[in-house]
């Protein structure tokens, strides 16, 4: 995960941001809820469009270049030489969240 914040996280692959909100304590574990490749006031609209409160999305996208290909060519040389699973772990994130996706 880049970022975790409340009950929202923001993590990557090699293709795009993804946005994902905690399941119930119940349930346990994260939702992918969406995937932007393409700019990060894109990504911020999903976030609205799924209820993430604005402390929230500031802390997620704090930092992020415009487009997730500048966010690629200057951050993930190196987080993809931790990289496990096909996901972007930034260093101190030694064990992170464990993460279920829905169709």
């Known amino acids: 995960m880049i970022a975790?914040?409340?009950?929202w996280a923001l993590g990557a692959d090699?293709?795009?941001?993804?946005?994902?909100?905690?399941?119930?304590?119940a349930n346990g574990g994260w939702k992918a809820l969406s995937f932007v490749s393409s700019a990060r006031?894109?990504?911020e609209?999903?976030?609205?469009?799924?209820?993430?409160?604005?402390?929230d999305?500031?802390?997620l996208v704090a930092g992020l270049p415009p487009t997730f290909n500048e966010w690629r060519e200057t951050l993930c040389p190196r987080?993809?030489?931790?990289?496990?699973d096909n996901s972007v772990t930034l260093s101190g994130m030694d064990n992170p969240p464990?993460?279920?996706q829905s169709v």
């Open 14 to 25: 090699d293709l795009q941001w993804i946005l994902y909100r905690r399941r119930s304590e």
């Open 41 to 43: 006031g894109v990504l």
């Open 45 to 55: 609209r999903c976030m609205r469009e799924a209820g993430c409160l604005d402390e």
């Open 79 to 84: 987080c993809l030489e931790t990289a496990t």
């Open 98 to 100: 464990k993460v279920t």
């Open 57 to 59: 999305r500031a802390v």
């Open 4 to 7: 975790v914040s409340g009950k």
